[in-house]
């Protein structure tokens, strides 16, 4: 549910720090949907929301998603156009009295979400890889983060526990792991996956996907502390 007039929480209307959601609608392999980073990156945002006085926004449900062009479905906007939509956003949030933007990301290929912060001033970027590390530790998540890349372990927990509806059949014999991935960005993932996975869903679990929101609400107050300073 996006927020409204009607279920915005009250704590909201007094918010410096607003919540960016940010996806993409890329493919996800055999098992998981085009808006799989749209889905986590909205619990991830949802559970912060939950419990610190943030403002909720709707969520960016197309970003740059290019390396996954091989595979139908997959749609993406230029990285010059994912800043100046962000910008606007920021510009717009600070005429509103909401000084403060946090990009929840949940696409890797998103790179150029790390220049917009560090060209900003009062915004950030969650999760970071340390956030992932503390979350990934916590729910006891097997795979590494290097061959967790794409639809694997990580993103396949976190679906079962929030959207288990969504999955298709499959996930338990959909592992594939291609740990070097050197020219990625000029060949696309498509070199290295027929099946648009990187990782081993096998594993995962919908405690699993529990635990890793639990870690990144806990580890977000880190990130609320130095936007409040």
């Not at 340390?130 to 990580?154: C, F, I, K, P, Y």
């Amino acid at each position: 549910m996006l927020p409204t007039e009607t279920t915005v929480d009250t704590r909201e209307r007094g918010a410096i720090v607003a919540l960016l959601p940010i996806g993409s609608h890329e493919q996800h392999g055999p098992h998981l949907p085009l808006s799989t980073d749209t889905l986590i990156a909205c619990a991830i945002a949802r559970e912060i929301a939950a419990a610190y006085p943030v403002q909720l926004l709707p969520p960016i449900t197309i970003s740059c998603s290019h390396e996954h062009a091989a595979w139908p479905g997959t749609v993406s906007i230029s990285a010059r156009t994912l800043y100046a939509v962000i910008t606007d956003i920021a510009e717009s949030l600070r005429r509103a009295s909401v000084p403060n933007l946090v990009l929840v990301n949940a696409h890797g290929g998103n790179y150029v979400l790390s220049n917009i912060v560090q060209e900003a001033t009062g915004m950030a970027l969650f999760p970071g890889s340390a956030d992932w590390t503390g979350a990934r530790n916590q729910a006891g998540v097997e795979t590494s983060a290097r061959s967790d890349m794409h639809a694997g372990e990580l993103e396949t927990s976190i679906l079962l526990h929030t959207n288990p509806e969504v999955l298709r059949p499959g996930w338990e014999t959909s592992d594939h792991l291609a740990d070097e991935r050197p020219h990625l960005l000029t060949l696309g993932l498509a070199a290295y996956t027929e099946s648009g996975v990187v990782g081993r869903p096998s594993l995962a679990s919908a405690g699993k996907g529990a635990e890793l929101l639990a870690g990144l609400v806990d580890s977000f107050a880190h990130t609320l502390a130095v936007l409040a300073r």
